[in-house]
């Protein structure tokens, strides 16, 4: 058993992390702004606390007697605050929890990024030197929200040149969250449901029809936690599902809303994500267990008998 802090344990993607690790034996502390009523976090030990009060959250750290520490804390959503606060907070928050935790003596300490880092979306145009998308993809930010998520995979470069070996960082980008009540009918994080998302390509393209379900993350984030002492310090993985949010071939939607991208998107054949979990498989042996097809059903999706891109293909997640 583990005793893991986590940073953000009230937001959508904390409450699920935080139930799953408990589910598997660990033991949980969540520090958020405010204590939380949610289901998933009931028997779990939480501390309010401001976590942009560095000292505060370094004090607040190192009384968790924490063996880990999963940064989640952070704005989620671009453009849902003026550029300069999300940057001022997210940023701020990157350096007071991880430097904190740092500070607190906790020897394995893990942050969430964003696949936004890759620039998609930019106004001035986006193509990409090939699909799927992975970790050796440059990133090319170009709002606050991408911006602050690159800092804090910088920021864990800054703290492992600090202190070496000493103690173990990673980052993980999340694609699009899909928590479990989501799968039901609750609102996603931009406001749709998730059958809307399907029916309609517009609502999924912002994100390149990538997503997770958040049960998986809890699984990878407990096997990035155990492989941590085994891995070259620092790494980032992307944690994505297998297949796309999509009803449609990537190939032919990826082009009709990135302009450019006929030629790179053609290997995406049928539902294939544009972004690949294939360093997850092989660095930690993780991989999603649930998908689209499988949590809404024949009659809820009309295509579940579409067929998911095998994971050992390399011209799916090379």
């Given at each position: 058993m583990t005793r893991i802090a986590v940073t953000g344990g009230a937001g959508r993607l904390g409450r699920s992390l935080v139930a799953g690790l408990a589910a598997s034996g660990h033991d949980l502390v969540s520090l958020d702004h405010a204590v939380s009523d949610a289901p998933e976090l009931a028997g779990v030990e939480q501390v309010a606390i401001d976590l942009s009060d560095a000292d505060a959250t370094a004090v607040a750290l190192a009384g968790t007697r924490a063996d880990a520490l999963i940064h989640l804390a952070a704005i989620a959503v671009p453009f849902s605050a003026p550029e300069d606060v999300i940057m001022r907070t997210n940023a701020g928050l990157a350096v007071s929890v991880l430097g904190g935790a740092v500070k607190a003596g906790i020897p394995r300490i893990v942050a969430a990024s964003s696949p936004t880092v890759l620039g998609y979306g930019a106004p001035t145009g986006w193509v990409p030197g090939r699909f799927p998308l992975d970790e050796d993809t440059p990133p090319r930010p170009w709002n606050a929200y991408a911006l602050s998520k690159l800092?804090?995979?910088?920021?864990?470069?800054?703290?492992?040149?600090?202190?070496?070996?000493?103690?173990?960082f990673a980052a993980f980008r999340p694609c699009y969250v899909i928590?479990?009540?989501?799968?039901?009918?609750?609102?996603?994080?931009?406001?749709?449901?998730?059958?809307?998302?399907?029916?309609d390509p517009a609502l999924s393209a912002p994100a390149i029809f990538n997503y997770v379900d958040a049960r998986d993350v809890a699984v990878f984030a407990d096997t990035l936690l155990a492989a941590l002492p085994e891995i070259p310090n620092g790494e980032t993985f992307f944690v994505a599902a297998d297949d796309a949010l999509a009803r449609e071939p990537l190939a032919d939607?990826?082009?009709?809303?990135?302009?450019?991208?006929?030629?790179?998107?053609?290997?995406?054949?049928?539902?294939?994500?544009?972004?690949?979990?294939?360093k997850a498989r092989r660095v930690l042996g993780w991989s999603p267990a649930h998908s689209w097809r499988g949590e809404l059903g024949d009659?809820?999706?009309?295509?579940?008998?579409?067929?998911?891109?095998?994971p050992a293909r390399k011209d799916v997640l090379a």
């Open positions: 800092l804090i995979e910088q920021t864990i470069a800054m703290l492992a040149r600090q202190t070496g070996d000493a103690t173990r928590a479990p009540e989501e799968w039901a009918g609750a609102l996603t994080q931009q406001g749709h449901t998730v059958r809307e998302r399907l029916d939607l990826v082009p009709r809303f990135f302009p450019g991208t006929d030629d790179v998107a053609a290997v995406l054949t049928g539902t294939t994500p544009a972004f690949s979990n294939a009659a809820a999706t009309g295509s579940a008998t579409d067929p998911i891109p095998d």
